[in-house]
């Protein structure tokens, strides 16, 4: 069905091409033109004033004419289908709903929470206006497209017009660049953390672990707030390297199939939490076995498989992770074992998988 389009447009804030590699995918394999846009025109316009990145002023401009010239012709949209990723309740709802009046649109969110009081964006001033405009908007929509079963309930139950139109539909990794070649392990344990460098990671847990486990090796990619802390601890702790930022897939993947575990201790705080992020999903592909705190995004990849002892509770993190990391250090068979299995469960949110899963939701929801 994605062919009678003349193109698709994903419509984000960040955007993070990633969430949508299931979905370019089938645009690919039906010769459709695909693009994506990014609505965060003033926020990017001062992060490139901030930082003097030349580099992304053409894309602001091209997205800043695009958007005006479809708010000012909404008509041009017609024969294109829209997905749109927007943080629940952001006030830029309200062009959005002209923009996209004459066109198709999936609605896709990884966002699990819906009464409007733990949200990423409120709006203090017009909550009860943007609230009743976002009602318009699912109601308006296609369909919705959502990351885990547990969004599906949350948007069904808190937005009744959503329940017969709303389906799950993952993000997805490539097995091109994601997978894992080497069969066993060897001694001492690798452990990884792949993500941005802040306290609500739970960045801190992992240097004290690596403090308190000499024998083992921990290895942090990323950057953030807490880079600075880190090269200060990584001084007295020789088994915990940091290789900052790594733009480039294919050496995340390789550094990804030289480890044994990937860890996410994240901390819950007001208006987050850790929901499906694709570091684990990838790290699993590539042979990982997860250790990871049982926020609601672990939960729906690992809760009900024969790695679900691998979901652990967040104030007790740090023991229990210690724990664990121990014994699959000294259980070689075991952990050959769950790197197998984790490897098999990543093929459930590869590109292929997800793909179908875009394909069924447009051939059953659009007109």
Not at 12 to 27: D, F, N, R
Not at 75 to 82: A, P, W
Not at 176 to 184: A, E, G, M, R, W
Not at 198 to 225: C, M, R, V
Request: aromatic letters at 10%; proline letters at 4%; hydrophobic letters at 40%.
């Amino acid at each position: 069905m994605v062919h009678k389009f003349s193109r698709v447009v994903i419509i984000h804030e960040y955007g993070e091409p990633s969430h949508y590699s299931g979905l370019i995918s089938l645009c690919k394999s039906h010769d459709v033109k695909y693009e994506f846009r990014s609505f965060n025109i003033i926020k990017r316009l001062y992060l490139f004033m901030r930082k003097k990145r030349e580099d992304c002023i053409s894309s602001i401009i091209s997205d800043l004419f695009w958007f005006m010239g479809v708010w000012l012709n909404p008509g041009s949209l017609k024969s294109t289908l829209c997905v749109v990723g927007m943080a629940p309740f952001d006030s830029s709802i309200l062009p959005m709903l002209r923009i996209l009046k004459c066109c198709q649109c999936i609605y896709h969110t990884s966002w699990l929470y819906w009464d409007g009081a733990n949200v990423p964006k409120k709006s203090h001033v017009f909550g009860r206006f943007i609230k009743d405009k976002w009602s318009v908007f699912l109601e308006r929509v296609n369909a919705l497209a959502v990351v885990t079963p547990d969004v599906k309930d949350n948007i069904n139950h808190h937005y009744p017009s959503t329940v017969d139109k709303t389906y799950v539909v993952f993000h997805s990794f490539s097995q091109d660049i994601f997978f894992s070649d080497k069969p066993s392990s060897i001694k001492p344990l690798k452990i990884t953390f792949l993500g941005r460098l802040e306290p609500y990671k739970g960045i801190a847990t992992i240097a004290d672990l690596a403090e308190k486990l000499p024998e083992l090796k921990f290895k942090i990619i990323g950057n953030g707030q807490l880079s600075e802390y880190l090269i200060e601890r990584s001084k007295k702790i020789s088994n915990l390297s940091l290789l900052g930022f790594v733009s480039d897939k294919n050496k995340i993947a390789a550094e990804l199939r030289n480890s044994d575990v990937i860890i996410l201790p994240s901390k819950k705080v007001p208006g987050w939490e850790e929901l499906f992020g694709m570091a684990l999903i990838e790290a699993m592909a590539c042979g990982c076995v997860p250790l990871a705190v049982d926020h609601q995004g672990p939960k729906t990849i690992l809760a009900s498989t024969a790695l679900s002892e691998y979901l652990l509770p967040e104030n007790a993190f740090f023991e229990k992770a210690k724990d664990k990391l121990i014994w699959l250090n000294d259980n070689q068979v075991e952990l050959d074992k769950n790197k197998e299995i984790s490897q098999e469960l990543a093929t459930k949110y590869s590109t292929k998988s997800v793909a179908i899963l875009w394909e069924d939701i447009i051939s059953k929801r659009v007109i």
